[in-house]
């Protein structure tokens, strides 16, 4: 039940919170037929019926929120942008069928190592050393610099970061990845956890130094999720699905909310236009061109030189100019859009089994 008012309030949202006020950025909204609505309603519950709600390993944590927050948002937006045909229905029922098997792949019983391959100390050393190492990479590259960046001035930062990472090479953008999304985030819950809260102001820190030097608005609210998530996590994960689906529906009642009162649209679009609908929409985006176009390939990645791409550039920046009529905008997208973006349906099903792999490892 509270699955299906999230669904509902994703719906609304879309409709009458963000979509009258960024229609001009390509979120438009189409006049679905009952069916299609019917559809889209019924694809979305559907991993409800064999997902577990309790919390009992980490990769539990990882499905309901790629759950919650892309697999949700994508069958919204796409029934609302796109007509009803074969196609869309063939993408839902493989999108689906991702879905259904990674939790299969995640139930196949698991072993347990009889003693940890490191020590507490030693996975200390290991993680703070990484850490620097990168830091200083990217500081080489860059600079030592910690600033705030306007909202409004975050893409110009990006066509610099750009621009930059040209110059310097491919690793400084692995190593500020990798910062932004493993270490910091990482250390940031070890303080939280381990009550260091030295750890805590650090982890924020090195990330609002990655906010001034790339522009991604991401970096700046990754605290405040890990903390939700350590909140939720209290009572070793009982109902963690539930609590999951039902804080990002208070979350969009409560932007909605502020935004009536100060008759503004800044919370919708921060909060439920970027973290929910635009990785819909992309997912959508990315359907639509890449369905009647050539793959990618990977031809941009680790397979450039092997595959001959039919791109000058990567999907992101394709899709940023097809859709969004920017060249210079890079439309990053979610796991599913970029597999499709690259192999289609193949590709679907074969990045699905390699997550699935990774996280019964993990």
């Known amino acids: 039940m509270v699955t299906l008012l999230y669904v509902g309030l994703v719906q609304w949202s879309y409709v009458y919170a963000v979509s009258p006020y960024l229609a001009y950025l390509a979120f438009v909204v189409g006049a679905p037929s009952v069916l299609a609505l019917t559809l889209s309603f019924m694809f ?112 110009n930062v990006r066509y610099e970061y750009r621009d930059s990472i040209i110059a310097a090479g491919s690793t400084v953008a692995y190593a500020v990845s990798w910062l932004a999304n493993v270490m910091n985030p990482l250390l940031f819950a070890l303080g939280l956890t381990r009550r260091k809260f030295w750890l805590v102001v650090l982890s924020l820190s090195g990330q609002l130094m990655l906010y001034s030097i790339t522009g991604l608005k991401s970096l700046l609210f990754s605290g405040l999720f890990l903390t939700v998530i350590v909140f939720v996590l209290r009572s070793r994960g009982s109902k963690f699905g539930t609590s999951i689906v039902a804080g990002l529906s208070f979350v969009i009642l409560l932007s909605v909310l502020l935004d009536k009162l100060a008759n503004t649209a800044v919370f919708s679009s921060l909060f439920i236009r970027r973290e929910l609908d635009m990785s ?83």
Not at 298 to 313: E, F
Request: charged share 10%; net charge positive; aromatic share 18%.
């Open 44 to 155: 979305a519950l559907l991993p409800v019926l064999w997902m577990r709600v309790e919390f009992d390993k980490p990769s539990d944590l990882v499905q309901w929120i790629m759950y919650a927050t892309v697999y949700i948002p994508a069958f919204v937006v796409m029934y609302r942008v796109l007509p009803l045909d074969q196609g869309l229905s063939i993408f839902s029922v493989a999108l689906l069928g991702c879905q259904w098997g990674l939790g299969r792949i995640l139930n196949v019983p698991h072993f347990r190592l009889k003693s940890p391959l490191f020590s507490q100390t030693m996975f200390s050393a290991l993680v703070y050393g990484a850490t620097i190492v990168l830091y200083a990479h990217v500081v080489i590259a860059f600079g030592f610099q910690i600033r705030w960046v306007s909202l409004a001035d975050v893409y």
């Open 280 to 362: 819909g929409l992309l997912t959508t985006y990315y359907f639509e061109f890449f369905r009647d176009n050539p793959k990618a390939m990977l031809g941009h990645s680790i397979l450039k030189g092997i595959v001959r791409s039919s791109y000058q550039t990567t999907p992101p920046f394709i899709i940023g100019e097809a859709f969004f009529g920017n060249p210079q905008m890079s439309a990053n997208a979610n796991f599913w859009a970029d597999a499709f973006a690259n192999f289609g349906y193949i590709g679907l099903f074969s990045f699905a089994l390699l997550l699935g792999i990774i996280l019964w490892l993990y």
